[in-house]
């Protein structure tokens, strides 16, 4: 799965269906797209599922969360990250 837009920002939430603190991230991502509508593209990676994603992104750790604009990594979050830490770092690229 790979998902490349020009012009809105991209969060792309690595994570895992036995991951708890993936589980947590959810409501979060939710709450996030709540306030930010279509302004944001919100994908979710399996790590399981995309491996080869996965490793290109070198993701080590579950969840994490990147944030790109025009495919650049603008932001990279380890761990549960709450809405509005992830909205402040969006809006900044809107």
């Known amino acids: 799965m790979e998902v ?3 012009g ?3 969060l792309y939430d690595f994570s895992a269906s036995w991951c708890g603190p ?3 991230q959810k409501p979060e991502l939710e709450r996030l797209k709540q306030r930010l509508g279509d302004a944001v593209d919100i ?3 399996d790590v ?3 491996p ?3 490793a290109r992104y070198g993701i080590r750790v579950v969840p994490t969360l990147i944030i790109e604009k025009d495919n650049e990594i603008m932001q990279v979050f380890q761990g549960v990250t709450r809405a509005d830490i992830l909205e402040d770092e ?4 809107l």
């Open 4 to 6: 490349r837009y020009m």
């Open 8 to 10: 809105k920002p991209v």
């Open 22 to 24: 993936c589980r947590l």
């Open 43 to 45: 994908r979710v990676v």
């Open 48 to 50: 399981d599922e995309n």
């Open 52 to 54: 080869e994603l996965a």
């Open 90 to 93: 969006l809006r900044r690229l």
